[in-house]
Structures are given as C-alpha cells and as structure tokens.
C-alpha cells in the first residue's frame, strides 16, 4: 500500500468505476486495473469488487476490508507527517539563517 493505491481507493469510492477512477487519477486503464489487481492480491480479500457491464453498466465498489485499508493507511500518512513535522523545522532552522 502506498499514497497511489490508496488515491486510487479513494477515487474508486468516489467515481463507483475502476475507468473512472484511473481517469479521474490520470492513470492509463492497464496501470490503473494492474494496480486494483495487485491490491487484490496482496490482502486475503479483494479491496475492491468490479461488477461487468450490461444493460445497468458496469461499476466497482471499495470493501469493507478496502475501507479499513484505506483509513489505517491514512492515519499512518497523518502520524508520520505530524512526527516529521517538528525534527524537519529544527533541521529548517538550522539550515536557514534567520534574517537580519
């Protein structure tokens, strides 16, 4: 899992469509059904369920075990981000000569 993935999780919620989802993203349709295929595979069940056209279209829904993915992996995202911030303005500081 990584932010392309979970971007990707979250444009699938939000377009309900794998296409639609890559589109959105700017993704090619390979990259962007190889990466659903290989979050598929990486979890003991699919992140997101596709459902073929036909007369009502197609579409893809995030899943429950996807939903929980996403939202761990986004805490993750906050907590790094929040422990980096203040050793990274210390670093700022001391490279940066304040002004005069």
Not at 4 to 15: F, P, R, S, T
């Amino acid at each position: 899992m990584g932010p392309g993935k979970a971007d990707l999780l979250e444009a699938v919620q939000a377009a309900g469509s794998i296409s639609g989802a890559g589109r959105a993203l700017g993704y090619s349709y390979r990259r962007t059904w190889l990466l659903v295929d290989t979050m598929n595979r990486a979890w003991p069940e699919p992140l997101v369920l596709a459902s073929h056209g036909g007369a009502k279209g197609g579409g893809a829904v995030v899943t429950a075990l996807g939903e929980k993915v996403l939202l761990h992996y986004r805490g993750l995202e906050a907590a790094l981000a929040g422990a980096a911030a203040e050793p990274a303005a210390k670093l700022l500081e001391m490279l940066v000569p304040a002004p005069r």
